[in-house]
């Protein structure tokens, strides 16, 4: 490659990242998407006014697999407070088959299909990506990267990290 195409192939890709990244505290970006049945969604629309954990995952993720599992636990402990969780796929790179691996996991989530661009909204870098956000439509809490290997341990710790955020969202409705 020459210098020439070098810096303009750096320019352009610099010129198409997002400004910045969605953080705690900021709005979350809407989108509308399709659900596993081919159903459009609107978020936040669909989270009637209510948190909701957003997941960006993958078939092919180790992390995602390790921490799948705890989203059931939340979505049974928050259900009565009308807390969704919205598994949106994305970065799947064909590999996997993501309705066949929602419907494995035994539970029922919210499942977005080609969630690349939703992704993009979001600045999701690496998966899992992992977030509550709150019942006015503000991002409450975003995982940070982390050098941890997939397991128990990580997933006890985002597990807890969710329900703190929920806890406060849930007690700040109307604040």
């Not at 303009?8 to 997002?18: D, E, N, Q």
């Not at 399709?34 to 954990?53: C, H, L, Q, Y």
């Amino acid at each position: 490659m020459s210098p020439k195409t070098f810096i303009a192939t750096f320019l352009l890709g610099v010129w198409t990242l997002p400004l910045w990244a969605v953080e705690a505290g900021d709005e979350a970006p809407s989108w509308v998407g399709s659900d596993v049945r081919g159903n459009v969604v609107s978020f936040p629309e669909v989270t009637n006014g209510r948190p909701a954990v957003v997941v960006f995952w993958a078939t092919w993720c180790p992390y995602c697999k390790a921490f799948m599992p705890y989203l059931e636990d939340i979505q049974s402990d928050y259900a009565a407070d009308g807390v969704k969780i919205v598994a949106i796929n994305a970065k799947e790179r064909g590999i996997g088959d993501p309705v066949a691996y929602l419907d494995s996991l035994g539970f029922s989530v919210l499942g977005i299909l080609d969630g690349d661009e939703i992704a993009g909204a979001y600045d999701i870098q690496f998966i899992p990506g992992l977030m509550v956000v709150d019942g006015s439509g503000v991002v409450s809490y975003r995982r940070s990267s982390t050098d941890l290997p997939p397991g128990q341990t990580l997933s006890e710790f985002w597990d807890a990290e969710v329900r703190t955020a929920l806890d406060l969202a849930l007690s700040c409705t109307g604040c």
